[in-house]
């Protein structure tokens, strides 16, 4: 008969290892062109591509990526005029709503600068979106969290969202 006991510990140590490893594995992200930093899971890509909002021409700057089912990204551009940063900021989050389908009955308001919308992607599939809209000085930003509800745990929204800092 052979022992058991090490069996038991090697496999105690590899339920260990896999409790520690993080899945959400938060590291220090900047901005490649505007001014702020936030913890991202994982390793971002940015892109940037110019766009209209409410008839301005804009270069919006994405850092995006995915963890868990939970797609991060953090959008920003620079108002040429700093008088139309507040439009663009409202534009921003109105296609933001759109683009899951969302309507006032399922959005949800977390703070002064933060909200919550229960929507569908093209495919029908039901999703949630936590999304800040902030603007600092002639810098519009959107910080978005889009998966599916159960994959939403507020640990992982806090760390998210509080993290963002623009300087």
Known sequence: MKPV?????VLASLLLLNAC??????RDARGSNAPFTILMPGKP?????????????????MLAGEVGGISFAVGSTKAK???KAGLI?????????????????NTKSLSADMLQVHGKLRNGQPVTMVGRFLV???????????????????????????????Y
Request: hydrophobic share 35%.
């Open 5 to 9: 006991l090490p069996y038991a510990l």
């Open 21 to 26: 490893s993080p899945k959400f594995d938060w």
């Open 45 to 61: 890509l940015s892109d940037s591509k110019d766009m209209q909002l409410e008839g301005i021409k804009v270069k919006m700057d």
């Open 81 to 83: 005029d700093a008088g």
């Open 89 to 105: 900021m409202e534009a921003m989050k109105k296609g933001m709503i759109n683009n899951i389908q969302g309507t006032p009955e």
């Open 136 to 166: 600092r000085g002639p810098w519009i930003y959107q910080i978005i969290m889009l998966g599916q509800e159960k994959d939403m745990k507020q640990d992982v929204i806090d760390t998210y969202m509080t993290s963002f800092k623009s």
